[in-house]
T-cell receptor, first 113, second 110 residues
């Protein structure tokens, strides 16, 4: 099994719908992150959590919310999906020491029509 | 100015060639440096950390120049399978998060 698992892998949804992307990890890391990636723009941080009781906005949090249900689980919700939220979404985890880098999930490809 | 800047490429090189990428970073307090590899529509994966003394892993060599605030990645004897986007990554000491460059695309042709 993958260290960081994202579900679903692909999703097509309609404008205005609420959708949740889920991430779970078996690495025992305290820190978890949600990114979106658009062609030519690189990875942009949406939200991050340094522990279960800590939630922080990233650079593009508008239109998104998160829930850290447990150390191993971090969910991203789109409250009312819009077409410009069509992107590739990645969850990542890290130890509290960033010397070891981040481990990414395999991504969720979201299309909003 | 972006915290991490890379030439987006693409770098088109023949098999067997040597290719080098550079990356500059703006925060002189950064302590951790990495190169990640990302295949099309896949997740970024850690290729190698970059140490002050430079480090090598097979055909890949990473160098850090703190004085000029740049990191380099050298790939020798390029393989078709090296075709990917290479992300330069630097830690932000004040926010304690990693900052990802937008990547340099490499295409190796036969």
């Amino acid at each position: 099994d993958a260290d960081v698992t994202q579900t679903p892998r692909n999703r097509i949804t309609k404008t205005g719908k609420r959708i949740m992307l889920e991430c779970s990890q078996t690495k025992g890391h305290d820190r978890m992150y949600w990114y979106r990636q658009d062609p030519g723009l690189g990875l942009r941080l949406i939200y991050y959590s340094f522990d279960v009781k800590d939630i922080n906005k990233g650079e593009i949090s508008d239109g998104y919310s998160v829930s850290r249900q447990a150390q191993a689980k971090f969910s991203l919700s789109l409250e009312s999906a819009i077409p410009n939220q069509t992107a590739l979404y990645f969850c990542a985890t890290s130890d509290s020491d960033t010397r070891y880098g981040y481990t990414f999930g395999s991504g969720t490809r979201l299309t909003v029509v | 100015r972006k915290e991490v800047e890379q030439d987006p490429g693409p770098f088109n090189v023949p098999e067997g060639a040597t290719v080098a990428f550079n990356c500059t970073y703006s925060n002189s307090a950064s302590q951790s440096f990495f190169w990640y590899r990302q295949d099309c529509r896949k997740e970024p994966k850690l290729l190698m950390s970059v140490y002050s003394s430079g480090n090598e892993d097979g055909r890949f060599t990473a160098q850090l120049n703190r004085a000029s605030q740049y990191i380099s990645l050298l790939i020798r004897d390029s393989k078709l399978s090296d075709s990917a986007t290479y992300l330069c990554v630097v830690n932000n000491w004040s926010t304690d998060k990693l900052i990802f460059g937008t990547g340099t695309r490499l295409q190796v042709f036969p």
